[in-house]
């Protein structure tokens, strides 16, 4: 039975079709580069991240990270602070931190601040989503699937208080 709340913003395809050719461009910016840490924000980047793993041919190596979420509401408290930290380490590295969805900026731009302390060769960002007209710290990106509309969405890993992270779709949670 289809969940009347939720409406398809982004289909399995599309996003499949994206990664591959967001894959393709992380090569082709790689080419003659060691290997690549590719670090998830946990939990929302998940699904995303282990896709863009799989599509990217480029040596990678895994880890993650964690943020505070939303908790159970819709919106940002606007504070950001680690719930878990890198295993390894990402000195002389190039990094891409994989994110799920671009909002306010708040969330990424403190992620940013904290890895270029660890020194790495170069940080690279890669979100799904990106929501422009929410932005209030700016966030230069280098990889964006899908730039959408000032909606709350849910599905392909990001939740509403933890449901509907194993949708295959991006949709739009509705009242
Ligand atoms: P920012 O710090 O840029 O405002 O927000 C980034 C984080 O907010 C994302 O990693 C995600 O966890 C959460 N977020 C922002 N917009 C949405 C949304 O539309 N749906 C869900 N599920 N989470 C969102």
Redesign the pocket.
């Known amino acids: 039975m289809p969940d009347p709340k939720l409406t398809v913003l982004i289909s399995a395809g599309q996003i499949q079709t994206r990664i591959r050719e967001l894959a393709a461009q992380i090569d082709k910016d790689l080419e003659g580069r060691g290997p690549l840490y590719m670090l998830c924000?946990l939990k929302?980047?998940v699904l995303f991240y282990a896709d863009l793993a799989r599509a990217i041919t480029h040596p990678v190596r895994m880890d993650f990270i964690g943020t505070s979420?939303?908790g159970k509401g819709?919106s940002?408290s606007g504070e950001?602070r680690l719930t878990k930290d890198l295993d390894t380490t990402i000195e002389d590295f190039d990094v891409l931190l994989v994110?799920?969805?671009?909002?306010?900026?708040?969330?990424?731009s403190y992620l940013i601040h904290v890895l270029q302390q660890r020194k790495p060769r170069s940080i690279r960002i890669a979100t799904l989503l990106d929501?422009p007209e929410?932005r209030v710290r700016p966030v230069v990106v280098d990889y964006v699937g899908f730039r959408i509309p000032d909606?709350?969405?849910?599905g392909y890993g990001?939740?509403?208080a933890e449901d509907y992270r194993q949708l295959k779709d991006v949709c739009v949670l509705g009242e």
């Open positions: 924000v929302g980047a979420s939303y819709k940002s950001v994110e799920d969805i671009l909002d306010s900026g708040i969330t990424l929501k929410r909606a709350f969405v849910v990001l939740d509403f």
